[in-house]
Every structure is written in structure tokens, then in C-alpha cells.
């Protein structure tokens, strides 16, 4: 069993931060890529960010220099570091772990979403 539990989430200002963690627990061997995705009222699940094993990360471009995304590999841990914050980044946010399990078994596993509001 592996389970995903997501922080983070909120009420911001317009121009405000906030920082989201995804920490992955349970039987797990090994994991490879990592990512963020958001789905906002109405609209289908869309990426935000990804990194792999190896630290390379890819942002949609509406994100590219307001977002960070970076990983703790002691603490097989996601986060999304979230600057500059506009109301059309208003979105469940949900992040996304592929790993390998101790049973040497492939799984892409979802979080549960945190809601993230930008309003003023």
C-alpha cells in the first residue's frame, strides 16, 4: 500500500505565495517522476509541473517563472512552490507520483487535491 497525502493548499491574495508538499509513505522500493497537476471548476485535469529521478523539471507555460517545483528524495516528497499568484491559477491541485513498489510493481499513483483560491 502507498499513500499520497498533499499540504498546502489555501486563500491567497492576488501577488501572494503559497507552497504545496505531496509526501508519498507505504511499501515503496523506488520512485521516478513526480508532478503537480490542477483542475479548475468545468475544466479537464491539466499538468503544472513535472521533475524526475534526476532533478529535470518541465512547466506549462503559464507557470514558467512565478512556479518551483523540486523534491526531497530522503523524504520521497514532492512540493510546488507558488510565487506571483493570479486568480486563473484558482484550481484543485493534485499531485502525481510514478514509482516502483516492493513488490516491483509500477504504479502511478494521484493525491487527494488541495484547493488552492486566489481572490481578493
Known amino acids: 500500500q502507498v499513500q499520497l497525502v498533499e499540504s498546502g493548499g489555501g486563500l491567497v491574495h492576488p501577488g501572494g505565495s503559497l507552497r504545496l508538499s505531496c509526501a508519498a509513505s507505504?511499501?515503496?522500493?523506488?520512485?521516478?517522476?513526480m508532478g503537480w497537476y490542477r483542475q479548475a471548476p468545468g475544466k479537464q485535469r491539466d499538468l503544472v509541473a513535472t521533475i524526475t529521478s534526476s532533478g529535470s523539471t518541465n512547466y506549462t507555460d503559464s507557470v514558467k517563472g512565478r512556479f518551483t517545483i523540486s523534491r526531497d528524495n530522503a523524504k520521497n516528497t514532492v512540493y510546488l512552490q507558488m510565487n506571483s499568484l493570479k486568480p486563473e491559477d484558482t484550481a484543485v491541485y493534485y499531485c502525481n507520483v510514478d514509482l516502483l513498489t516492493v513488490a516491483k510493481i509500477r504504479i502511478n499513483y494521484w493525491g487527494q487535491g488541495t484547493q488552492v483560491t486566489v481572490s481578493s
Open positions: 507505504g511499501s515503496i522500493f523506488s520512485i521516478y517522476g
